[in-house]
């Protein structure tokens, strides 16, 4: 199995981050570890989310928004995260992979900068969106 690696940017309310993260067609939402949103400045909306990591254990988020999130050099403004303490196993894999630990691009986000997985070179690649 082919991973795909982003290169992104946070900017929050405090302060930015830059990582090489997975994008990960099989999280709806962005996930970003609750110390580093917290560093960085979040704004949390006050709805909380429920899901289901690889590993097949529940997790809870807070869902919040990023003032800005740039994704191989496209920038979304406003981005809603779930914001979670993401379990250790999954920190594992990332770091074995050499992905960050605290960030997961899940598919809104990839699909609000017009970005699809290459699973053939492991990047993302930039699509005309549509609309029917």
Same mark, same amino acid.
């Given at each position: 199995?082919?991973?795909?690696?982003?290169?992104?940017?946070?900017?929050?309310?405090?302060?930015?981050?830059?990582?090489?993260? /997975?994008?990960?067609?099989?999280?709806?939402?962005?996930? !970003?570890? =609750?110390?580093?949103? *917290?560093? @960085?400045?979040?704004?949390?909306?006050?709805?909380?989310?429920?899901?289901?990591?690889?590993?097949?254990?529940?997790?809870?988020?807070?869902?919040?928004?990023?003032?800005?999130?740039?994704?191989?050099?496209?920038? /979304?403004?406003?981005?809603?995260?779930?914001?979670?303490? !993401?379990? =250790?196993?999954?920190? *594992?894999? @990332?770091?074995?992979?050499?992905?960050?630990?605290?960030?997961?691009?899940?598919?809104?986000?990839?699909?609000?900068?017009?970005?699809?997985?290459?699973?053939?070179?492991?990047?993302?690649?930039?699509?005309?969106?549509?609309?029917?």
């Amino acid at each position: 199995m082919v991973l795909v690696k982003a290169k992104i940017r946070l900017l929050g309310m405090r302060d930015s981050y830059s990582s090489a993260v /997975l994008a990960d067609t099989g999280a709806r939402m962005s996930l !970003i570890n =609750k110390p580093l949103a *917290e560093r @960085l400045g979040v704004e949390y909306t006050g709805r909380k989310i429920d899901f289901v990591s690889i590993s097949g254990h529940a997790v809870k988020a807070s869902e919040a928004v990023i003032p800005e999130l740039e994704v191989e050099g496209e920038i /979304l403004k406003y981005e809603p995260m779930a914001v979670t303490e !993401i379990p =250790k196993n999954v920190k *594992e894999t @990332l770091k074995e992979n050499e992905l960050d630990e605290n960030i997961i691009v899940g598919v809104l986000t990839l699909e609000r900068a017009n970005m699809i997985q290459d699973i053939t070179t492991g990047t993302l690649k930039r699509v005309e969106s549509f609309i029917l």
